[in-house]
């Protein structure tokens, strides 16, 4: 099992800046794909942006150029820096671990995240 704990939500001004953290822990050797997912609320959950095994990494349009994955091997943590922030990038904000072709997935217990206009 892996368990995911996210950090580092918090309320932010319009045009400013959060990092958000993903620490992984138990069994993470085989995990190779890891994504921020968000939900707002009223909204569908929906993906953010995602990193892979490979470092291959891919984001929602509505934040492309604005937020940033990457990853701490060393410390089994996944970032999601996240610049010029709008109101509408308000939401829950999700952890998600996988193994590509399996069924098995870990989602963290989420980090708010608000932005105020």
């Known amino acids: 099992q892996v368990q995911l704990v996210e950090s580092g939500g918090g309320l932010v001004q319009a045009g400013g800046s959060l990092r958000l953290s993903c620490a992984a822990s138990?069994?993470?050797?085989?995990?190779?794909?890891i994504g921020w997912f968000r939900q707002a609320p009223g909204k569908q959950r929906e993906l953010v942006a995602a990193?892979?095994?490979?470092?291959?990494?891919n984001y929602a349009d509505s934040v492309k150029g604005r937020f940033t994955i990457s990853r701490d091997n060393a410390k089994n943590t996944v970032y999601l820096q996240m610049n010029s922030l709008k109101p509408e990038d308000t939401a829950d904000y999700y952890c998600?671990?996988?193994?590509?072709?399996?069924?098995?997935?870990?989602w963290g217990q989420g980090t708010q995240v608000t932005v105020s206009s």
């Open positions: 998600n671990a996988r193994r590509l072709n399996t069924a098995y997935e870990a």
């Open positions: 138990g069994n993470t050797f085989s995990i190779n794909y």
């Open positions: 990193i892979r095994g490979d470092g291959d990494t």
